[in-house]
Each structure stands twice: as C-alpha cells, then as structure tokens.
T-cell receptor
Framework: DTGVSQDPRHKITKRGQNVTFRCDPI?????LYWYRQTLGQGPEFLTY????????KSGLPNDRFSAERPEGSISTLTIQRTEQRDSAMYRC???????????????FGDGTRLSIL | GQQLNQSPQSMFIQEGEDVSMNCTSS?????WLWYKQEPGEGPVLLIA?????ELTSNGRLTAQFGITRKDSFLNISASIPSDVGIYFC??????????????FGQGTILTVHP
C-alpha cells in the first residue's frame, strides 16, 4: 500500500494522559498536513510541514498540541494532558510540490480516532 | 475555524437520479477540490479544479469552478448505490506565501435507495 498510513487507528485514554499519533506520508511527498475532524464537520487544519520545517501551526488549538517531522518523512502529533474536548478523528494528509512548482492534491490517511474517557 | 458553506446537508435519492451539490465561500480560492468519504476511511479525492470557469468530468461526476472563485458545484449523474457517502468540497489558496492548506465544507451526506 503506497497511501498515507496512520497509527494507531483508535486510541482510548483517560483524561489527563498524553497521546501521540504517527503519520507515514506517501513516499517523496514533501508537504504534510494534520487536520482534526469531528462528527458532522469537515476536517479542520491544525499544522503544516514542508519537509522537516513546521511552517504553520496556527490551527493548533493550544500549547498542549505539538507536532514534529524531524527527518522530513514520518510525523507525530502529540497531545499532552488530554481533555474530553480533544476527542475527535485526527487525519494526516500529504502532497507533493513538484519541481515546476505545481501543487499536487492532498491525499489523506484513514485517521486516528481519539476517545477520552 | 473557517468552513465553507456546503449544501444541501443531506440528500435521499433513488438509484438512477442525478445529484447536485454546491459550495460557497466568502473568500477567493484558486483551487477547488471535491472529496468523498466513506465510513472508517479518509477523504478520497474525486476532482480537482484549478481555473475559474473550469468544468471537469470524472466518469459520472462533473464539477465546475465558479467564475467568481468563491463557489463550486458537483454533479453526479445516474446515481448508483455505491455513490453513498459524505461529499466534501474544499478550497485551497496556492501561491505566494500560501502553501495550500485546505478549508472544507461541512459535507453533504448522500443516501441512494435501490
């Protein structure tokens, strides 16, 4: 499978615990995005990486949320001291900005569903 | 966060009927995309539109990029049961300092009765 891979598929944790999600983008995709989706809504932007550089984190709700992509490939999203309002589907997407500067569409993973007890 | 206005919110149709849904925004985008999402899966790209006025088809699907750059529509002809799912529009601004984050509509839930 050469699509965007996310794990775990489902994470259940108690309020106050830290959680980390992993995203493995499509090979050679330099751009990586994290989105959050709640029931009845479309995905909402959280943060963006170009290779290893986090160039926009304006969508992160607060400082409990952080993301990394240290080697420009796999990315992790961490939520510290989880709260019930953090329950949602967290989706990763990747795309390629080609050498001719054309922007290819974003391809999404199947997401990680976070449930806070 | 900002979301696009997508309508209708849901549709219940008979197999074989045509479907139309649209999306409007208060902001200009230079790319419009339509995705389909099925239970337990991520959004899957259906059609991407890159020029104002562009009309693009993908099988039974046809989408148009509005002239004002603030709207788009998606048509599905001769619907079949496997068309069931949630359809999302997404606007994207690319160029200059913008790297293309997507702004999504709320989705249109499509149900097709055999």
């Amino acid at each position: 499978d050469t699509g965007v891979s996310q794990d775990p598929r489902h994470k259940i944790t108690k309020r106050g615990q830290n959680v980390t999600f992993r995203c493995d983008p499509i090979s050679e995709h330099n751009r990586l995005y994290w989105y959050r989706q709640t029931l009845g809504q479309g995905p909402e932007f959280l943060t963006y990486f170009n290779y290893e550089a986090q160039q926009d984190k304006s969508g992160l709700p607060n400082d409990r949320f952080s993301a990394e992509r240290p080697e420009g490939s796999i990315s992790t999203l961490t939520i510290q001291r989880t709260e019930q309002r953090d329950s949602a589907m967290y989706r990763c997407a990747s795309s390629l900005r080609a050498r001719d500067y054309s922007n290819q569409p974003q391809h999404f993973g199947d997401g990680t569903r976070l449930s806070i007890l | 966060g900002q979301q696009l206005n997508q309508s209708p919110q849901s549709m219940f149709i008979q197999e074989g009927e045509d479907v139309s849904m649209n999306c409007t925004s208060s902001s200009i985008f230079n790319t419009w995309l339509w995705y389909k999402q099925e239970p337990g899966e991520g959004p899957v790209l259906l059609i991407a539109l890159y020029k104002a006025g562009e009309l693009t088809s993908n099988g039974r699907l046809t989408a148009q990029f509005g002239i004002t750059r603030k709207d788009s529509f998606l048509n599905i002809s001769a619907s079949i049961p496997s068309d069931v799912g949630i359809y999302f529009c997404a606007g994207q601004l690319i160029g200059g300092t913008s790297y293309g984050k997507l702004t999504f509509g709320q989705g249109t839930i499509l149900t097709v009765h055999p």
